[in-house]
């Protein structure tokens, strides 16, 4: 399977303030990759769903413009959180999609971001 | 509609105990099925899946599911469970006809006392 990485595991942040992080595809080039988030004790909630080279897909209720992704190449993929709020610290989970005979996604080791 | 449903939401159990986790989907559409779990701050591992062939399916660190069609079932399994097991398991769906979306169960807590 593909290893995924996730920069940074952790972050700390004032409310009003951008946060990005990293997704890196470490041994498998991505064309897929997928963001996750996930509030304590409930499961994961897919958020977006990102193609290298063009525009991320977003689930529905999910702003765009508040979480930017960009998949500027096969191995890395980022999610930008624009003017952060406290009802935005979760953790935050990426994956990577494969293709093949069935398309399965890896797991990220997840982002755990709290807004002050 | 397609969904997955675990059933419970909690599982405590006694080390040394049997153990299964209740996963149900519902599906027009042939599906690939996952079981993953999380310990506490980590990310999602990947414990079994079932794509094709046998319906029973052995993963790692002793877990098992069995796959049945005529229940739309995928339940977990594990003779004895150690403290270790102590984790969130997710239970999730590939539908063969949505690439590699995956539809997640809600989760089991799986605690396990000494």
């Known amino acids: 399977g593909a290893v995924v990485s996730q920069h940074p595991s952790w972050v700390i942040c004032k409310s009003g303030t951008s946060v990005k992080i990293e997704c890196r595809s470490l041994?498998?080039?991505?064309?897929?990759m997928f963001w996750y988030r996930q509030f304590p004790k409930q499961s994961l909630m897919l958020m977006a769903t990102?193609?290298?080279?063009?525009?991320?897909?977003?689930e529905q209720g999910v702003e765009k413009d508040k979480f930017l992704i960009n998949h500027a190449s096969l191995t890395l993929s980022t999610l930008t959180v624009t003017s952060a709020h406290p009802e935005d610290s979760s953790f935050y989970i990426c994956?990577?999609?494969?293709?093949?005979?069935?398309?399965?996604?890896?797991f990220g080791p997840g982002t755990r971001l709290t807004v002050l | 509609a397609q969904s997955v449903t675990q059933l419970d939401s909690q599982v405590p159990v006694f080390e040394e105990a049997p153990v299964e986790l209740r996963c149900n989907y519902s599906?027009?559409?042939?599906?690939?099925l996952f079981w993953y779990v999380q310990y506490p701050n980590q990310g999602l591992q990947l414990l079994l899946k079932?794509?094709?062939?046998?319906?029973l399916v052995k993963g790692i660190n002793g877990f098992e599911a069995e796959f049945n069609k005529s229940q739309t079932s995928f339940h977990l399994r594990k003779p004895s469970v150690h403290i270790s097991d102590t984790a969130e398991y997710f239970c999730?769906?590939?539908?063969?006809?949505?690439?590699?979306?995956?539809?997640f169960g809600g989760g089991t807590r799986l605690m396990v006392k000494p």
């Open positions: 994956s990577v999609g494969t293709s093949g005979r069935v398309n399965e996604q890896f």
């Open positions: 041994d498998f080039q991505a064309t897929t």
């Open positions: 990102s193609n290298e080279g063009s525009k991320a897909t977003y």
């Open positions: 599906s027009s559409v042939s599906v690939y």
């Open positions: 079932y794509l094709s062939g046998s319906t």
């Open positions: 999730a769906v590939i539908h063969n006809n949505a690439g590699n979306m995956l539809t």
